[in-house]
């Protein structure tokens, strides 16, 4: 049951409009995982964003080509909100389908406890907008979706950010267009994505009066620009979507290839996360502090009420050796 203090604290959407009008630049490294999330959380990030990619690769093993169901992502953004306390941004694709479909999915990410929606104008499927062959909606389409999540919304603090993956498909010009359109229909944010050129990634924020997001993404097209020069450009938020899910996986081949080549995990253990920071990660030592004081708590009622059967067998040390 909610307590009163948190039915006045302000939301997680709420929190982030705060950090982005803080005019210091928002810098979101992509998620998978509740544990990744956590890790975020605990070096210091502001909050975290949900890869659509991300999660296709790495929780279906699968490719971002529209797989991944609404509620599928919705399983795995619930428990990723539900373990921090920074706020999640979150990737929805085109929303899963026509405009009522835009109202449920945000309905239902935000009673899961995101703090902000991203909302793409391609085709339903659609693909990773790094991938070829992308198709657009019209500008009519991803108005109404736009409009839809507005409607949706009943949290004002959460953010609705469009994106436009029109740069690649119809041109700069173009793209900047249909941002300022989905602004007008009501979103909060732009996100113009795969800029061709330092100029194009410069130009973007100059266009707009809402805050810009920027990806950063490492191999590809455009170089990495320093979170410094994003805020200099004028960007609020800055994704590094792939960065941490790539660096797991590169480690987690590492390993698995020592393993299978010698036969033993040896090499591997100057590498490894500790097993005091792995269970302090999650949080073990306050997990056993509320279970001692369950067990007390229940030690303290039965010393206050007589139960004969207790009495004659000593009663069960709950408690067990733990290895920290």
Known sequence: MMTSEEAMAPSKGAALRRRIAAN????????????????AEEVGFRAVFVTGSGVANAEFGVPDLGLVTMTEMLEVCRRIAASVTI?????????????????????????????AVLL??????????YFSGKQLVSAQEMVERVIAAGEARTDPGLLIIA???????????????????????????????????????????????VPAVANMVEAGKMPLVPGAELAEMGYALVLYADAVFRAATAAALRALRTIHGTGSSAALQVEMLGWEERQSLVRL????????????????????????AEDAGGGRDRRRTRRM
């Open 163 to 209: 994106r436009t993956d029109a740069i690649a498909v119809e041109g700069f010009r173009a793209a900047i267009q249909r941002a300022h359109t989905y602004v007008e229909a009501g979103a909060d944010a732009v996100f113009v994505a795969a800029a061709q050129s330092l100029e194009e990634l410069r130009a973007i924020p100059r266009e707009f009066e």
């Open 24 to 39: 210091g630049l928002v810098v979101c490294p992509g998620v998978t995982n509740p544990l990744h999330a956590r890790m």
């Open 285 to 308: 030592p306050e997990f056993q502090t509320r279970e001692d004081g369950i067990v007390e708590r229940a030690r303290s009622v039965l010393s206050r009420v007589s139960h004969p």
């Open 87 to 115: 706020p999640a941004i979150v990737d929805i694709d085109t929303g899963y389908g026509g405009a009522l479909n835009v109202m449920r999915t945000v309905a239902e990410f935000e009673a899961a406890g995101v703090a």
């Open 120 to 129: 793409e104008d391609q085709v339903n499927p659609k693909r990773c907008g």
